[in-house]
């Protein structure tokens, strides 16, 4: 039997371990040989890599996925989509969903992976119909979590769902690493008897699990998994890929991976890895194993965040506390599994709750809206004392939230007339006006500067 596997190093491994501030320049070098190593697909865009290219690295992340498309046309390039929230933090109207989609697709993508924070497929659905007109993968996804309200039985049914919607695979979105080998080996076989459509397994190496909970998922006859090469593995990025691929092919299992280019890319990574170490922007915090996430549920890059948040604000000593209070945010907020934006939502909350000395005291005002029903049914049942605190009856959002958006893109781009040079720019300014808008100003600078100094060269 063959078993696919997915490199994370561009994408999630990267956001895991370094809050997503790896440059295209730390990564461009090992493009030719990444698509050259057998993988079933790059993830390499998406979820935090979208924002942080415009916020801090001043790259254009269109650009970066153009570079990349240019460098690997073996391999598919895949991506990370939360549905009607695109690469932000709320819900955008359909006619942004779809032209995003769309631009993505022309510019290089090739594998969707589509996610609701709530599973609420509701807000996943124009996603995947856009995607598909676009002629690519659309793959949706199961996040996974535990709680009273979460269950083998509804997890199938979530299945069943995402086929009937028309998607070509479906993922289950283990983002915290607290999967289990016997319920991911119980999970995926539930999921395989009950539908057709090939199954991806994803994980974090978080608690210590992820690596015994993936190869039990390919026994349980899962398709693909995710790993991250070994120097930008492990902690809370996924397993390691050149040990997993040592341990299924012993299993006598095949993966289609070339060791020695596996080897070539561990190298390339291990200075990448050791300047984030000296700069500190790689906190060895988030490269143990962590057991207690399997009661906290956070994940990978929402830790590495709040260590990043609770580091500049001088209060890392409040860590552990703000730690323990993410279960009590969470069961006031109906159990939702822990995923972006949901995680930064419920951390931020909890990290404030801690420093106010106060619960509460300061409602987010992300998290108003997901009280008002603005990111779609809860799992479970939310805290009526904290809806009631921020809401009347009647201005509680009832059925699909982007149903009540008008559309944006047009009447976006006759605002942000010549600023925005292209379609990609709009959709960049949409998803993150302040962060885009910057950029295009220090673009329109550097440009400016470059043009004096070749001016100033030719008169010297």
Known sequence: MKVNITETVLRDAQQSLIATRMPFSDFEGILENLDNSGYYSLECWGGATFDSCLRYLDEDPWERLRKIKEVCKKTPLQMLIRGQNILGYKHYPDDVVRLFCRKAAENGMDIFRIFDALNDFRNIEVCIDEVKKCNKHAQGCICYTTSPVHTIEKYVEMGKQLESMGVDSIAIKDMAGICGPQEAYDLVKALKSEVKVPIQFHTHATTGLGPITLVKAVEAGVDTIDCAISTMGGGTSQPATESMNYALKQLGYETDLDEDRLKKTADFFKPVRQKFLDEGRLNPTVLGVRADILKYQVPGGMLSNMIANLTDMHAMDKFDEALAEIPAVRKDMGYPPLVTPLSQMVGNQAVQNVLLGERYKNISKEIKA???????????????????????????????????????????????????????????????????????????????????????KKED
């Open 370 to 456: 997901f009280l008002r029903g603005e990111y779609g049914k809860a799992p479970g049942e939310v805290n009526q004392e904290l809806i009631d605190r921020c809401w009347k009856p009647e201005e509680l959002v009832q059925g699909r939230y982007a149903d009540t958006l008008e559309p944006a893109f047009e009447k976006t781009k006759a605002e942000l007339g010549d600023k925005a040079r292209s379609d990609e720019d709009v959709l960049s300014y949409i998803a993150f006006p302040q962060v885009a808008e910057k950029f295009f100003e220090a673009r329109e600078e550097k440009e400016s500067n470059t043009v004096n100094y070749t001016i100033e």
